[in-house]
């Protein structure tokens, strides 16, 4: 019996899953990268781009198809180790719907 359960679980996960994590592109890493330079780039804490930003727009329309772990991964282990975790930090941001009037 728990034994199905589990089963019935993994299924429901994988039906209802509302991203395709794993599938990602080096388009999709560079669109990121370019909008969003200023943030991931930067050599200090800090200036986390505003969230009706070109940056988070195309944060945003890359997340409706995959995850930003994805696009990490895209990433060498250097760019990894220095940008890794703004890369990852910019889905938190950004999954904030913005309150700019002009968006």
């Not at 909008?35 to 988070?56: D, F, K, M, Q, V």
Request: net charge positive; with cysteine.
């Amino acid at each position: 019996m728990p034994k199905r359960v589990a089963v019935l679980l993994l299924v429901f996960a994988i039906i209802f899953s509302p991203k395709v994590a794993g599938k990602c592109t080096s388009d999709q890493k560079e669109v990121i990268a370019y909008n969003c330079a200023l943030y991931i780039y930067r050599p200090r804490p800090g200036g986390a781009p505003e969230t009706w930003s070109l940056c988070c727009k195309k944060v945003r329309e890359v997340m409706q198809v995959t995850d930003m772990e994805c696009i990490v991964q895209l990433l060498t282990p250097k760019e990894q180790a220095f940008y890794g975790k703004r890369f990852r930090d910019l889905e938190l941001i950004c999954s904030i719907r913005p309150t700019h009037p002009h968006s």
